[in-house]
């Protein structure tokens, strides 16, 4: 089993920035990939950052392009969501995900999930 703990989240004005971390621990051996997912209330959890723990390929959603970057410490097991020019449409729990099989938009297809940090974003 893999387990993740995100930190970092907060209440930041319009244009602030926050820096997110997720913790892995466990089963960490063989993960691929790490994933942000966002969830506001009463919408679907959508997809934000996605990169490999090795340096490589990384997948940033359209609407964070220019403002978010996913980066990783892998000596540290540690995944970082560096969020620039935050928006209140940005306001929403956001989760760490990890995979063993790839990169991937669709949050059904990551296999460990942590419990979500509160992002909110005031104008």
């Known amino acids: 089993q893999v387990q993740l703990a995100e930190s970092g989240g907060g209440l930041v004005q319009a244009g602030g920035s926050l820096r997110l971390s997720c913790a892995a621990s466990g089963r960490t051996v063989g993960i691929y990939g790490m994933g942000w997912f966002r969830q506001a209330p009463g919408k679907e959890r959508e997809f934000v950052a996605a990169t490999r723990w090795s340096v490589g390929s990384t997948l940033l959603a359209d609407s964070v392009k220019g403002r978010f970057t996913i980066s990783t410490d892998n000596a540290k097991n540690t995944v970082y969501l560096q969020m620039n020019s935050l928006k209140p449409e940005d306001t929403a729990v956001y989760y760490c995900?990890?995979?063993?099989?790839?990169?991937?938009?669709?949050?059904?297809?990551?296999?460990?999930w942590g419990q979500g940090t509160q992002v909110t974003v005031s104008s």
């Open positions: 995900a990890a995979s063993r099989t790839g990169l991937f938009y669709h949050p059904n297809l990551y296999n460990y």
